[in-house]
């Protein structure tokens, strides 16, 4: 029942791209399809193809739109509208280095091999975090962290608590019993929670990085994607909220609820829709 004229095919070894917004994004969204199916995709994004493939490998173009350097040349260039689109006839006088197809097809299997390692090396950080959440499922809320009884303070070489004697007291807060000693408190009377600028400095060729939502991960900061402000404007994004080392960052706009522990031990980054909890004194 869905009217399906007004949408474009796309079909193996073609590009599909968004022209729109590069300068305010900093990057120009850009991908290769490569299954066998042909695909259905929105009109509002340009969909081009390799002239001849003898000439031009479909993956060695790709690697090549996936370079910071890339983008930058794009944003450099997106000068229409307020948001800075990418105009198309300036996007086709980009060039590119083409050696030999050989060339290319080591390049690529180059990159293929560093790409199957970083999986690899994902999965395994996968399974180091679903062990850290059996952790402290075990821990903070079945209550079996080690216990020494002898020493009477926790020990990695003491017994699970609650099986084995702890003493449990009712929490009228939970509903539940907990360790003796352990109270409840609210997550306003520990930390306190600060709003990051939500102006948009110039960017400067040398400075201080700014960095946003979308430079928060699960483990570190972006630093290398983001783009550097002046002092002054450094100092003044400082005064709102200025980070510390062991502050947490989070998201607010974008992908909310994106979290960062801060373990710099010199920090000097501005925010900009992040938010920040600082451990209070």
């Known amino acids: 029942g869905t009217d399906m004229s007004n949408y474009k095919i796309i079909r193996k070894n ?16 850009l991908a290769l399809y490569k299954n066998d199916e042909p695909a259905i995709i929105s009109q509002a994004y340009p969909i081009f193809e390799i002239i001849d493939v003898k000439e031009l490998l479909p993956e060695y173009l790709m690697m090549w739109f996936m370079r910071a350097e890339f983008d930058r040349e794009a944003c450099f260039h997106a000068v229409g509208g307020v948001r800075g689109s990418l105009e198309w006839d300036d996007f086709l006088d980009f060039k590119l280095p083409i050696p030999s197809l050989e060339k290319q097809q080591e390049m690529v299997n180059e990159y293929h091999t560093i790409q199957n390692r970083i999986n690899l090396n994902n999965q395994l950080i996968a399974k180091l975090e679903e062990t850290a959440q059996t952790i402290y499922k ?12 002898a020493q009477g303070k926790p020990s990695e070489n003491g017994k699970p608590y609650k099986s084995n004697g702890g003493k449990m007291v ?35 060729e040398i400075g201080f990085p700014l960095v946003t939502s979308t430079h928060l991960n699960l483990y570190d900061i972006s630093l290398n994607d983001t783009y550097n402000i002046s002092e002054d404007d450094y100092i003044q994004t400082n005064k709102r909220s200025k980070v510390d080392k062991y502050d947490i960052l989070f998201s607010m706009i974008g992908t909310v609820g994106l979290v960062n522990y801060v373990l710099y031990d010199k920090i000097e980054f501005a925010i900009k829709n992040v938010g920040l909890f600082k451990k209070k004194k």
């Not at 075990?138 to 009884?149: A, C, K, L, N, T």
């Not at 003796?180 to 400095?201: A, C, Q, R, Y």
Request: charged residues 30%.
């Open 14 to 29: 073609q590009f599909a791209c968004s022209t729109m917004q590069v300068r305010r994004d900093k990057k120009m969204p």
């Open 170 to 204: 009712w929490c009228e807060e939970l509903e539940k019993e907990i360790p003796e000693g352990w109270e409840v408190e609210k997550i306003s009377s520990l930390i306190n929670i600060k709003d990051g600028t939500h102006d948009s400095p110039n960017p400067t």
């Open 138 to 149: 075990q821990w903070f809320v079945d209550f079996e962290f080690p216990f020494d009884f």
